[in-house]
């Protein structure tokens, strides 16, 4: 090689100068790998589907990624020290990074019926054998699904709908109340109830919030209402690593889940987060919280405004509003049709939109004769294309 070539090949690196020596690996050209693998790539005007891939991380996270695989730290010390920063942020005791919303509940879990015994920690997933609690309580309502990460740990669930239920309900096995933040409005205890009965019958609560910022205030809010555990999506609202999410309590429950997880074996093995991912998740919630959130809502109103004033004067079509009151708290759209003046099904609608240039995803599975979308994981500018297209097909499809 040339002393002109090496030269070349130094100024191409990212942190030309006095820290360039430092850099792991040279940085490569760039390359399109989406191309490459003929991979289809879209507009997300659907919302954080993990099938999708949910989010798109800002500069500030792909930034920390990036300087965080320069070198090596101790994972311990990692999850230590990012710990404390999330703690800090978000009024908590204690934090820790866990491989995603789902992770939290399973380590949180296992935390919980282990404590700070190693034995315990070896046993699981089968708490009866080594003489654990092993009954989890929640609300009928709250049972959709996700609860099913805190049966990793072996535990069975004890389902009420009433507090005399729930009061009935507790025995010498309760090790938790578990309360899902997304089917808060439906259950018929609410959550500083559901605190206030834990405290009084001295059993941890833990609640799931995965999908629930914004508001960027629940972030803390459910810390300081008394629950053990909260546990939260890295990769949704917040814009972290997919991969990632926080588990943050109480101290002596957070130290005891760190037990079931990477570096050690457990039943949390898998849950694998690696330094980048952690330090990337410490750097979107620093983001996310100091970020203009009011401005985020007006953007996103003003996006659909003009898709809604795009569909306007086209025959037999409607738009409604739509803000969920909890979990993708954002403002959303309903796009309906006659269906005797448009000719086309909902699938019909979503297949159209996705075949097309460019490539939209929607949500077309909810409701017939209508999709749904979503305008928080746009690009600036992607309504604009988002309504043209949207319009283009509901015209050719008029009677
Ligand atoms: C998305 C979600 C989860 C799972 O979160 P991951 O971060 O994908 O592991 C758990 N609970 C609820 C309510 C969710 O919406």
């Known amino acids: 090689m040339k002393r002109r070539d090496i030269l070349k090949g130094v100024a191409a690196l990212p942190a030309f100068g006095a820290g360039a020596v430092a850099e792991a690996h040279q940085a490569p050209p760039a390359r399109d790998y989406f191309s490459e693998l003929g991979l289809r ?8 589907y993990t099938s999708m891939t949910a989010s798109l991380m800002p500069p500030e996270v792909m930034a920390a990624i990036q300087s965080s695989a320069q070198k090596y730290a101790m994972l311990d010390d990692v ?32 935390g919980v019926l282990t404590g700070m015994d190693g034995k315990k920690v070896a046993a699981l997933p089968f708490p009866e054998a080594a003489g ?19 049966a990793n740990t072996g535990i069975k669930f004890v389902l009420v709908e009433t507090k005399e239920e729930l009061a009935r309900a507790i025995s010498e096995k ?13 259950g018929q205890i609410k959550d500083e109830e559901w605190v206030a009965l834990g405290k009084k019958h001295g059993i941890p609560t833990m609640i799931d919030i995965a999908a629930d910022v914004p508001p960027v205030e629940n972030l803390w809010k459910f810390n300081q209402m008394g629950f053990d555990l909260v546990c939260i999506s890295g990769g949704k609202a917040l814009l972290g ?18 037990l079931s997880a990477p570096p050690r074996s457990g039943i949390g093995r898998g ?23 009011a401005k985020d809502w007006k953007m996103w109103e003003a996006r659909i405004a003009h898709i809604k004033n795009q569909l306007g004067g086209l025959k037999g079509v409607y738009t409604e ?3 969920p009151p909890v979990a993708n708290h954002t403002p959303s759209l309903k796009i309906g049709w006659d269906p005797s ?27 017939p004769d209508s999709i749904r979308i979503t305008v928080f994981m746009l690009q600036p500018g992607q309504e604009k294309i988002v309504a043209g297209r949207i319009r283009e097909e509901l015209a050719r499809a008029s009677v």
């Open 132 to 150: 654990m609690k092993s009954e989890v309580i929640l609300q009928k309502s709250h049972a959709n699904g996700y609860h099913l990460a805190l």
């Open 41 to 48: 790539t879209f507009i997300n005007a659907a919302g954080n």
């Open 341 to 367: 003046a448009v000719k086309l099904t909902r699938e019909e609608m979503g297949e159209k939109l996705r075949q097309g240039t460019p490539s939209i995803e929607t949500i077309a599975w909810e409701e």
């Open 79 to 110: 999850q230590d020290k990012v710990g404390e920063k999330i703690a800090e942020l978000c009024k908590a005791e204690a934090a820790m990074v866990t491989a995603g919303c789902w992770s939290a509940l399973v380590l949180g879990m296992a």
């Open 321 to 323: 509003d739509i803000l």
């Open 174 to 186: 309760t090790a938790m109340l578990w309360f899902l933040n997304r089917e808060g409005p439906v």
């Open 241 to 258: 690593p997919q991969s990632a999410g926080i588990l943050m309590g109480k101290k002596d429950l957070i130290a005891a889940a760190r």
């Open 271 to 293: 849950h694998k987060v690696n330094k980048e991912e952690i330090i990337g998740m410490y750097a979107a919630l620093e983001r996310y919280v100091k970020h203009d959130h």
